[in-house]
């Protein structure tokens, strides 16, 4: 019943701000015009990205304190280790993305008029990642100690406003970097709530450092490093392709369908937290997760694929009619794939596994960028949506194999 209970309240902290999103970005979209808001759509996506250099650690971070969680000092010294680590790795990323912004893009192959402010843009956005890889960290503290209630009563308003500040921007200054800006800020202040929610729990923040604590973590989250490098290449990369070949001033109409079907993965996502705890101790929830991911996924499909046209032209625009609109339909096949595939990567990932799921992305990504480029060639915009369903759907197949065959065990010890 806890893991209805906690999916419950990590689905309403996502479905909310998704209510106020869908219509905040269709006026962004309105606004910026459809290569600007492509290449606000492609930001977004760079920060999570920036999940590498979170090396695995929050993930391990949520099973270690799930595991040990009666162990006050213990979990004490997991988060203030984790803490300094994410902080002086997302330094790294922070710095390397703001050097790099002219190479990026150069890159995406931005139209001239739109050149400068993307680099500003670009450098601006650097600033998120260490600001996004802690809150990433704390979270996975309360995440270890089962605070849904708590996670999504914040997560309500934080990501609110990570949709109304954009859009507060744009209507003072209309500029890509206005929108940066806006967005940089809203994280910033996302930052300080979950710190100030964290510290009732710990005030273990950044108090203690313990070697042996980061080579456990690391233990476990390296081979999730490996997944966090590889699955955002095959989640991200698609539209950073498509914009190299084809141009920023086509992104749009991928990123735009991609982005919708983005959010409806907060429902999955929302259930595959509430079961990775529970999961860490025992194999009683995962048919029931199976379960619900699959018809949460199809109550959410069937209506947005039949209306899909209505729907973007109502959201975005009349720009986004006819090719959009048949992109939407063929990622909303992948992602019923790929939702309830969060049932066994999950599994997995709670059994000390990692290095599972990280081999299984290891063989997926060269294959998957090789059908994605020559897909893009062939078809355009609609070859990207193709190659992105096919992956997700062998994705779950090998990944309901994998368990079923050879992690239905007693979980590891930690």
């Given at each position: 019943m806890?893991l ?14 998704t ?24 930001l977004f ?23 040990h969680?009666?162990d ?91 949709s ?21 800020i ?35 989250g ?19 392709i498509?914009s ?68 973007l ?40 596994a ?20 020559v ?7 609609i ?27 007693p979980?590891?010890?930690?």
């Amino acid at each position: 019943m806890s893991l209805i209970k906690h999916s419950s309240w990590n689905i309403i902290g996502a479905v909310i701000p998704t209510l106020i999103a869908v219509p905040t970005l269709g006026i962004m979209a309105r606004k910026m015009g459809v290569e600007n808001f492509g290449l606000f759509t492609l930001l977004f996506a760079l920060v999570g990205y920036a999940s590498i250099f979170d090396v695995g650690i929050s993930r391990a971070v949520t099973r270690m304190i799930s595991i040990h969680k009666n162990d006050k000092k213990l979990s004490n010294n997991v988060l203030s280790t984790s803490s300094w680590s994410i902080f002086i790795f997302s330094l790294i990323g922070m710095l390397l993305l703001f050097q790099l912004s002219p190479n990026i893009t150069q890159w995406l192959n931005v139209s001239e008029r739109l050149y400068d402010d993307t680099v500003y843009s670009i450098k601006i956005m650097s600033f998120s990642i260490p600001i996004f890889l802690l809150t990433q960290v704390w979270l996975g503290y309360l995440e270890g100690l089962e605070l849904f209630a708590i996670i999504n009563k914040q997560r309500i308003f934080t990501s609110s406003l990570m949709s109304i500040l954009p859009l507060i921007s744009l209507y003072i200054n209309n500029t890509l970097s206005a929108a940066i800006l806006g967005l940089l800020i809203a994280r910033l202040i996302t930052l300080i709530i979950v710190y100030l929610i964290t510290i009732r729990k710990s005030t273990f923040l950044f108090k203690n450092f313990d070697v042996n604590i980061l080579k456990n973590l690391l233990t476990f989250g390296g081979w999730l490093t490996a997944s966090n490098i590889i699955s955002p290449i095959m989640v991200y990369f698609d539209r950073f392709i498509l914009s190299n070949i084809s141009g920023a001033s086509v992104v749009a109409q991928y990123t735009a369908p991609s982005d919708l079907v983005g959010r409806l993965g907060v429902i999955p996502a929302s259930i595959a937290k509430a079961l990775f705890p529970k999961l860490t101790l025992n194999n009683d929830s995962y048919k029931q997760g199976v379960i619900l991911l699959g018809i949460s996924s199809i109550i959410t499909i069937i209506p947005l694929f039949i209306f899909a046209n209505e729907l973007l032209t109502i959201w975005l625009g009349n720009q986004y009619t006819g090719l959009p609109a048949t992109v939407l339909q063929i990622l909303l096949v992948g992602f019923f794939f790929n939702a309830i595939a969060q049932a066994p990567f999950a599994a997995i990932q709670a059994k000390g596994a990692a290095k599972t799921t990280a081999y299984v992305h290891l063989l997926e990504v060269i294959p998957y960028l090789a059908i994605l480029y020559v897909f893009i060639n062939f078809w355009g915009v609609i070859g990207v949506a193709l190659a992105w369903t096919l992956r997700v759907i062998v994705d779950s197949l090998i990944l309901f194999f994998i368990f079923n065959i050879r992690y239905k065990l007693p979980i590891e010890e930690a």
